[in-house]
């Protein structure tokens, strides 16, 4: 005996679980938004601070994503610090796990999204850092999976390469990055180290005979 209805089994009907599963990847394409998945490649990993200063963006693949925020991005906002403005805006997008695996994890070799990987939303013109994949969003309600959701929040751009070749992309490195294509830095605009350095010269000791400074020339 059963107490759930007997006209519909989805559990353990294929022609059900497919049903449901395009009913998701078609709400996701009315409802969604135009979004770009870049995977992230390693060049050298710091296992000491798990991170990789060096790593770059070679693809930017397009996908519709749905925003589960209605009321506005979460998180903590922009907040001004002693370091300028930090932007700690948070967002969740849900993607189609048939539409991931059909348009990039069977062509990337990827089983599912990645922490640390890229969305680009050309309609904020923003970039968002993949902190935590949910991989059991909306609990086996219809029966199976149809959705990772992807727990972003604002990428704080640090001169990573972005070779995607869609160009508002790469323009993100031509604007801001500090690291100029022949791997030198670029000086800033704004910098005063040798304002400070020279400044300090004039009044502060560093020859052998004083090397601790301790006194004003």
Request: charged content about 20%; aromatic content about 14%.
């Amino acid at each position: 005996m059963t107490t759930t209805s007997f006209f519909f089994n989805n559990f353990s009907s294929a022609s059900e679980q497919r049903l449901l599963n395009d009913l998701s990847v078609e709400m996701i394409r009315i409802h969604g938004i135009e979004a770009y998945y870049m995977n992230r490649t390693h060049v050298n990993i710091d296992y000491l601070f798990m991170s990789d200063p060096l790593s770059k963006f070679e693809h930017a693949i397009p996908l519709e994503m749905y925003i589960k925020n209605f009321s506005g991005y979460q998180g903590e906002g922009d907040m001004l610090s002693k370091f300028g403005i930090t932007m700690a805006d948070q967002i969740t997008l849900s993607v189609s796990r048939t539409r991931f695996t059909e348009d990039i994890g069977s062509i990337y070799d990827l089983i599912r999204p990645n922490e640390g990987d890229l969305i680009y939303i050309p309609m904020t013109k923003s970039l968002f850092e993949v902190k935590f994949v949910e991989h059991e969003s909306n609990f086996y309600q219809t029966g199976s999976l149809q959705y990772y959701d992807l727990k972003c929040e604002r990428f704080n751009y640090n001169s990573e390469r972005l070779d995607t070749g869609v160009s508002e992309i790469d323009a993100i490195e031509t604007k801001y990055s500090a690291v100029q294509a022949n791997g030198t830095y670029s000086a800033d605009p704004l910098a005063q180290n040798d304002y400070f350095e020279n400044t300090a010269l004039t009044f502060v000791d560093f020859s052998v005979t004083n090397p601790f400074s301790e006194n004003v020339v």
